[in-house]
């Protein structure tokens, strides 16, 4: 039994932005020229946070933002009239089929991390560039809900590497998600928390909600994990 | 007998039965799967999955790439050592980039170049002077009384695995200075100190950030061995390092490209200027090259993107870049992992032709060697004594970085020739 989260290093964390085109470029989002704030699909989002103070006292911290895999009391899978949100009993992980949404987005009004996007565009990609594509995540139409899912095609694909091994563990080498793999700092890591126990000075988003989250968060500065 | 009422009361009671059977829950799931499977939704190449490993070309960290390819197209970039920036983690859709430069009117630049003053000099600025190309143009402008001109580079090479104390005057250590791999891997050996006016993004992550303050004092008072650093290891930041007995630890000597000094190039004294942007890097700002351009001189941009010199150039050819390109960085071959879009020029064929030719008869490769030729030289990601004397003949020797990145068992798959 598996129980997938991550350790995220927000000291490490220089907010270079790589986490979020890695994980454009594994889920085929398409680029969108009317995209904005509130309508672009970033299943992860770095967060810049500050101390609130003026120069030269003034200090930032990125945070990198995902869905947090709420363990206890899904919230999204919960509210989902459809369920096209289920909660993987032997991984923790909380997953999302397009092909079950109906668009209504009561996720994404009870999700209280607003980790959860609308797809309000068709897939489409300058001419050529659908050769590019990731094949192991098929696009999806407009009108869906999108989240993080930590990278079930490369999930997927481990587990048909072990299978072809006669394993039926899939070596942790084979499932890292796009965004751990491209974070040039190390900040971000992939983990199974049954193994890996959350470091010290950890803390997670709105743990008053008891929804059990399995993203830690971790720093030093005490600013940090006040506005955490 | 059929009325009105019971006509009603049919379809009301059929509408509620329907509730109760999973007919209506049947038809809203498959208009849900319908919609998401409608033919004009891109469907994604599939094919055998492999991996080729290269170096990327678009900053001058030059960090070592492996490409997960369905047949031979990449679909997605991972870095070797480490994670990569977020330019080289989409470098595979470069070619599909709407502003990419992809015309150009090589003839019509040519023509220009030939009618240009010829009591002017000729001049290539090279972005990433070191490689073999860098090579041919020295040669050619060389052949040409042309002038062979480079951004300034850094003054020494630095070694952060070697320092307890980095004391930085506003190097943007963490912002692709240095590839991100080879810095964050040693990033928990060393305390980082960043002085800089501005709190960027490599000062969010040092241990303490200083708007301002005494270099030298501080470096003395930090634990030793201390490295200083700036952005281009400016001869007084060498020489500070030299004080505090870090020459040949912490920095040690940078490679010398032979470049001309573009500040004591008179006023108008360049009649054509070639730009190779093929492999960006460092930056001179364009007022500095403007005012050495005599009046009615030619600029030639071999560039990507409409970004760079090619706002200023009165031709732009389109090029070949990561990861289509095949060149070299630092003594590595960067493979291409993908074909070039049509009709880019090569801007070693259009500057320093003769020369290329020339240098080709000059080196005849061994056919069993193994080695790859990118335009003349010979090159091994773990140079042998005998290529080191090809590179040394060629005047190519470039002190390779110490991060191993490709191997030679890597590359034997990857045979590529010009």
């Known amino acids: 039994m598996k129980r997938y989260g991550m350790h995220i290093d927000i000291d490490r964390c220089n907010g270079c932005g790589s986490c979020m085109v890695a994980c454009a470029v594994e889920n085929n989002i398409p680029p969108v020229a009317g995209a904005d704030d509130r309508k672009g699909i970033t299943p992860i989002r770095v967060y810049q946070i500050d101390n609130g103070e003026e120069y030269p006292n003034r200090r930032t911290a990125f945070i990198p933002m995902l869905c947090q895999q709420c363990g206890n009391e899904t919230p999204c899978a919960h509210v989902c009239p459809q369920q096209a949100v289920d909660v993987d009993p032997e991984?923790?992980?909380?997953?999302?089929?397009?092909?079950?949404?109906l668009g209504c987005r009561y996720c994404m009004a009870a999700c209280p991390y607003h980790a959860r996007y609308f797809n309000w565009w068709d897939p489409k990609w300058p001419a050529g560039m659908e050769a590019a594509l990731n094949p192991d995540v098929a696009?999806?139409?407009?009108?869906v809900v999108e989240k993080c899912n930590f990278c079930h095609g490369r999930r997927h694909a481990a587990m048909e590497k072990a299978a072809a091994a006669g394993k039926k563990e899939i070596d942790p080498a084979d499932y890292i998600p796009a965004c751990a793999e491209a974070c040039p700092s190390g900040a971000i890591r992939f983990v199974d928390l049954n193994a890996q126990a959350a470091p010290a000075e950890s803390f997670r988003l709105l743990e008053r909600l008891d929804t059990d989250p399995k993203i830690y968060y971790r720093s030093k500065k005490d600013w940090v994990k006040r506005n955490g | 007998m059929t009325t009105r009422r019971t006509a009603v009361k049919f379809i009301a009671g059929a509408g509620v039965g329907a509730l109760f059977t999973p007919a209506p829950w049947r038809l809203i799931r498959d208009t849900a799967l319908?919609?998401?499977?409608?033919?004009?939704i891109p469907r994604p190449k599939r094919g055998p999955i492999s991996a080729k490993t290269t170096v990327c070309t678009l900053c001058p960290a030059g960090c070592a790439v492996r490409a997960r390819c369905v047949g031979d197209q990449p679909v997605a970039m991972a870095g070797v050592n480490g994670g990569l920036c977020p330019l080289c983690v989409i470098g595979h859709h470069l070619p599909y980039y709407p502003k990419r430069v992809k015309q150009g009117a090589p003839e019509e630049a040519r023509a220009a170049v030939a009618k240009a003053d010829s009591t002017k000099r000729l001049a290539v600025l090279d972005l990433r002077p070191g490689r073999t190309a860098s090579a041919l143009y020295r040669k050619a402008m060389k052949e040409q009384n042309g002038l062979y001109l480079a951004p300034p580079q850094p003054g020494a090479l630095v070694n952060l695995a070697a320092a307890k104390s980095v004391l930085s005057v506003g190097a943007p250590l963490f912002e692709g200075w240095l590839p991100p791999a080879e810095v964050f891997a040693v990033r928990d050996r060393f305390r980082l100190v960043q002085i800089e006016p501005e709190f960027s993004r490599t000062a969010a992550m040092a241990d303490e950030w200083l708007p301002s303050g005494d270099v030298a004092a501080l470096a003395r008072r930090l634990e030793g061995p201390v490295l200083v650093v700036d952005r281009t290891m400016s001869s007084a930041i060498v020489a500070l390092n030299k004080e505090l007995g870090g020459w040949g630890k912490t920095v040690q000597a940078a490679p010398e490209f032979g470049a001309d000094d573009l500040a004591s190039v008179p006023d108008g004294a360049i009649g054509v200027l070639y730009i190779d942007e093929s492999n960006p890097g460092e930056y001179i700002p364009w007022p500095e090259i403007e005012r050495k351009l005599a009046s009615g001189a030619v600029t030639v941009a071999f560039a990507w993107s409409p970004d760079g010199y090619a706002r200023h150039a009165k031709f732009v050819l389109p090029t070949a870049v990561f990861p289509e390109a095949l060149d070299d960085v630092d003594g590595r071959v960067t493979t291409p992992l993908m074909k070039a879009p049509e009709g880019v020029v090569d801007p070693v064929e259009f500057i320093a032709k003769?020369?290329?030719?020339?240098?080709?008869?000059?080196?005849?490769?061994k056919e069993d060697?193994?080695?790859?030729?990118?335009?003349l030289g010979v090159f091994d990601a773990t140079p042998s004594p005998l290529s080191t004397k090809l590179y040394q003949e060629s005047n190519l020797l470039v002190a390779p970085r110490q991060l191993a990145v490709v191997s030679g068992a890597e590359l034997a798959d990857k045979v590529v020739r010009a």
């Open chain 2, 34 to 40: 319908w919609s998401e499977n409608w033919p004009g």
């Open chain 1, 91 to 101: 991984t923790g992980i909380v997953g999302q089929m397009a092909e079950r949404c």
């Open chain 2, 354 to 365: 003769a020369s290329l030719a020339d240098a080709l008869k000059e080196i005849k490769p």
């Open chain 2, 369 to 375: 060697s193994g080695w790859r030729l990118p335009y």
């Open chain 1, 139 to 143: 696009p999806r139409q407009r009108g």
